[in-house]
């Protein structure tokens, strides 16, 4: 074992010879001898030491314990206690300044150097691993620091996000109802041409043609703004469920003749109402956002001459339907993108559309808390299928 210094505190003289004498036998250097504990401190105070052999009882006011405490508090280095006691009472005491070894006595000196080498061993383990700690404990430190930086960095740029997200959402609001007032005036003077244009003029037909073309391009870009302000409300989370009494027969025919109205192709629906209330109670304008989508597309994307079914009705506190059409269909392997924003098939070709009607059609199902599902097939059209929860 390698030499080191130790401090020897033992009220016996004779008992502290014969230590000094067995350890400086294996090299150790004693650095002092003290029969009390205020004179351990002196010596300790002056030179540094590898260990302490304390005994327990000892002369002046502090016995081994206290002086032990003491030592364990100021200089942090490793105790050996020696003992003629191994009572329960004194053991107690002793275990509670975490000792590195306690040797009752007598004693020989193999297994005091024995002791003396598992509590140097000891000593040194517990200071790596305390070094060890503390480096974690400073590591952690510096990561809990810096996961705190990039939190706030994070609310940072999600405040920024947030605001600019506001800004969009004002932006594409007041920009599309300063649309609104214009598009309406020139919808009313392309209604009042079609309306001369049904007195003898020479230049009749034109009028009408172009009043006819006015009209339906006012009211598509009408149609593009009216999903621009309801994309808008929702990214801005300003849609709400507001149910009121509705007349069934009266709503549904007025959406036939919306889509019929600003439908270019001469397309038949054909309406089945089955068992359904007068008046039901829901959100009519998600309703007319539904139902006016998908008929409006099942028009548009269905050649003259073919036809659209549109069954509704009325079945356990839902409103149930079927949009069905002829149309080109949704190829299959873009049917999962059917509700996302601005998402056009490929086989549209030149059909004009914003690609917003039914991720409109989705929220507004969803919104109301509703179901809805499809089928399709390239080329030979597609079924809507709903069901939307009502009050009578």
Avoid at 88 to 113: C, D, H, M, Q
């Amino acid at each position: 074992m390698f030499p080191l210094r130790i401090l020897i505190t033992e009220d016996d003289h004779v008992s502290a010879l014969l230590l000094k004498k067995a350890l400086e036998k294996n090299n150790h250097q004693i650095i002092g001898i003290s029969d009390s504990g205020e004179r351990a401190l002196e010596i300790l105070a002056e030179n540094p030491a590898d260990i302490v052999m304390m005994d327990i009882n000892l002369a002046g006011e502090l016995d081994g314990i206290k002086t032990t405490e003491i030592i364990n508090e100021k200089y942090d280095i490793p105790v050996v206690y020696l003992s003629a006691s191994s009572d329960a009472e004194t053991l107690t005491k002793v275990v509670g300044t975490n000792p590195s070894a306690y040797v009752i006595k007598p004693f020989n000196i193999r297994e005091l150097n024995m002791v003396i080498e598992l509590a140097i061993f000891k000593d040194r383990k517990e200071k790596e691993l305390q070094k060890l700690n503390n480096e974690l404990e400073e590591k952690v430190r510096q990561r809990t620091a810096d996961l705190h930086e990039a939190n706030k960095e994070l609310t940072r740029a999600l405040e920024k996000e947030r605001e600019i997200g506001e800004l969009k959402s004002r932006i594409v609001l007041n920009v599309s109802h300063g649309f609104k007032t214009p598009l309406t005036s020139i919808l009313s003077s392309a209604q009042l041409l079609q309306m001369y244009a049904e007195k003898d003029h020479p230049f009749k037909i034109k009028i009408a043609k172009h009043a006819q073309k006015i009209e339906n391009s006012v009211r598509s870009l009408n149609n593009l703004l009216t999903s621009v302000l309801f994309f808008g409300k929702a990214d801005a989370n300003k849609i709400d469920y507001k149910p009121k009494k509705m007349f069934t027969g009266a709503f549904i025919n007025e959406i036939i003749d919306v889509v019929k109205a600003g439908s270019e192709h001469d397309v038949k629906i054909n309406l089945m109402m089955g068992k359904i209330p007068k008046t039901i109670v829901s959100d009519v304008e998600l309703l007319y956002q539904i139902f006016e989508n998908l008929l409006s597309n099942a028009l548009k994307y269905s050649k003259d001459g073919q036809e659209v079914d549109f069954s509704i009705w009325a079945e356990e506190g839902h409103l149930k339907a079927i949009v069905k059409d002829r149309g080109i269909g949704i190829p299959k392997s873009e049917q999962d993108q059917l509700y996302d924003r601005f998402f056009r098939a490929k086989n549209v070709g030149i059909i004009e559309g914003s690609g917003l009607g039914l991720s409109i059609v989705k929220k507004s199902v969803d919104v109301l808390q509703g179901e809805i599902s499809f089928l399709s097939e390239q080329g030979k059209g597609t079924t809507f299928t709903l069901s939307i929860p009502i009050n009578n």
